[in-house]
T-cell receptor
């Protein structure tokens, strides 16, 4: 079974530009979460999508947005890029939760390294 | 507010030793706790997932325990090998479904 894939793997942008990152979850997984990882802040939760609906959102400004398609693929968009947006952006997929409320484990993609100049 | 702390931040041990990594969290109302490893510049690899109703999980040389009442989890690695060198992260999924990560423990196994 193929793992979580993210494209592109590397991106270089300049301040003020916008960027779109893509994530394809493991086949059958309907939940996709996005994270930002920086040396100073560590891993921070951005948002989670399930069945095309945003279920959860972290504490990031509105410049960060996302969406999920009917095939569970997800994209995240960052507008008006700032230098501080330079980070590794990670996507994770899971089966979500079963009928007993047990949460399934998350599987991560390799990430997209975004550099803002 | 849920906080997740991992101590120590870095650890170096000789090959072959058994070791314990610690993770503590402030709010015991969690769905689960998951341990990951991350190699430099790479994504995260899931190691073990412990549901809130469980006390421990084992996979090969790894054993993770969960004590919700004290807000602690430990990851035990037996007979460490140089290939175990990586950053180990723990993450808790809160009851509101948000996931909070610790800053990780950077582990270096000395050959």
């Amino acid at each position: 079974k193929a793992g979580v894939t993210q494209t592109p793997r590397y991106l270089i942008k300049t301040r003020g530009q916008q960027v779109t990152l893509s994530c394809s979850p493991i086949s059958g997984h309907r939940s996709v979460s996005w994270y930002q990882q920086t040396p100073g802040q560590g891993l921070q939760f951005l948002f989670e999508y399930f069945s095309e609906t945003q279920r959860n959102k972290g504490n990031f400004p509105g410049r960060f947005s996302g969406r999920q398609f009917s095939n569970s693929r997800s994209e995240m968009n960052v507008s008006t890029l700032e230098l501080g947006d330079s980070a590794l952006y990670l996507c994770a997929s899971s089966l979500n939760r079963d009928s007993w409320g047990l949460s399934y484990e998350q599987f991560f993609g390799p990430g997209t390294r975004l550099t803002v100049l | 507010k849920q906080e997740v702390t991992q101590i120590p931040a870095a650890l170096s041990v000789p090959e072959g030793e058994n070791l314990v990594l610690n993770c503590s969290f402030t709010d015991s109302a969690i769905y689960n706790l998951q341990w990951f490893r991350q190699d430099p510049g790479k994504g995260l690899t899931s190691l073990l997932l412990i549901q809130s109703s469980q006390r421990e999980q084992t996979s090969g040389r790894l054993n993770a325990s969960l004590d919700k009442s004290s807000g602690r989890s430990t990851l035990y690695i037996a007979a460490s090998q140089p290939g175990d060198s990586a950053t180990y992260l723990c993450a808790v999924r809160r009851r509101d479904d948000k996931i909070i990560f610790g800053k990780g423990t950077r582990l270096h196994i000395l050959p």
